[in-house]
């Protein structure tokens, strides 16, 4: 399989899928909520207009006649041309911002909700500085200098907070979808203990009479596990089928990472098989338990952090593929 991949760039990791999968972005956070439009850079006014117009209600009935309040629902640009900033009213005493960022033919979107007045000017700062991060990058590109991959974008600043998550259907295996997510930790850790979850799972299956459907599920591999340097704990599960569902795959890795390491952020990947659409358990898998398995390998083992990922960084692990 080696032989027929691609690497993705996310975050600051890189990653090996085959060719031909599709790659699809859910929530992104580079300390705002920030999301992509792709091909819609020429729509740029009707996409504000149409912000505008869902934040009049508000605007009109909660306008407490601030200075503030006077820039709220015309878009205002800063000292960069390639984007906008509208500042909204939620509901009595806070605001939003949207800043519109246009990259080649897509815009980003960055959002901020629930301001309190007092907050405004540093949420603009930190707007404007992660709009001035961004540049555009296509899918494949693997950049060799510090910042953060997202959707078909880079941001070359090291944020406070981050969250991204995708996901990757795999062309030769269509019900097979594999996701990860990471999010950078802040003062303290999520603890993981994969173990204590599935116990806690089956004793609530057992008073709910699903003593037989459980006696039937089948744990393929479990307990710690590293991968690149995310010191963690995998769970390969078989579960049965039954109640109109088929027996289907579901894996999950978990790491805690360390406080503010952007290399050792929380982690979770998953990978699940029989899946129609976005529903879980909707057809019979593809893969038998040793593909299924071996596959799952084969995808975290490429998983490594990529060079220059970040300043000053003189030790890199490298894939093991």
């Known amino acids: 399989m080696k032989s027929n991949a691609e690497k993705l760039c996310f975050t600051r990791f890189i990653i090996n899928f085959p060719i031909g999968s599709k790659i699809s972005f859910g929530r992104m956070t580079i300390n705002s909520k920030i999301y992509r439009l792709p091909g819609e850079a020429d729509n740029l006014e009707k996409i504000i207009d149409r912000e505008i117009k869902d934040n009049k209600d508000s605007a009109r009935i909660f306008n407490k006649g601030r200075e503030m309040d006077k820039i709220s629902g015309t878009p ?62 296509k899918q494949f590109d693997i950049p060799n200098v510090p910042g953060i991959c997202i959707d078909h974008a880079f941001s070359s600043i090291e944020p406070t907070f981050e969250n991204i998550e995708f996901g990757i259907r795999l062309k ?58 995310w010191h963690g704990e995998e769970m390969l599960l078989r579960v049965p089928g039954g109640f109109g569902k088929p027996s289907i795959h579901k894996f999950i890795f978990r790491a805690s990472g360390l406080p503010h390491d952007p290399l050792h952020p929380f982690v979770e990947l998953t990978m699940d098989s029989g899946v129609e659409g976005n529903q879980t358990a909707s057809r019979e898998p593809s893969l038998s338990d040793e593909e299924a398995v071996a596959l799952w390998d084969w995808l975290l083992n490429s998983i490594h952090v990529r060079p220059n990922a970040v300043a000053h960084r003189s030790e890199i692990p490298q894939p093991n593929e």
């Open 76 to 137: 205002f640009s800063s000292s960069d041309p390639r984007f906008l900033h509208l500042l909204g009213i939620v509901g009595t005493y806070n605001y939003s911002i949207h800043t519109f960022v246009k990259l080649d033919q897509d815009i980003y979107i960055l959002e901020t909700p629930g301001l309190d007045k007092d907050f405004v000017k540093k949420a603009l700062e930190s707007d404007t500085q992660i709009a001035k991060s961004l540049t555009s990058q």
């Open 172 to 229: 030769d295996f269509p019900d097979v979808h594999f996701s990860v997510q990471t999010i950078k930790n802040g003062d303290g850790v999520i603890p993981v203990n994969l173990a204590h979850e599935k116990s806690e799972s089956m004793k609530q299956g057992m008073t709910s009479g699903l003593e037989t459907w459980l006696s039937r599920l089948k744990t393929l591999r479990e307990g710690k596990r590293v991968v690149s340097d």
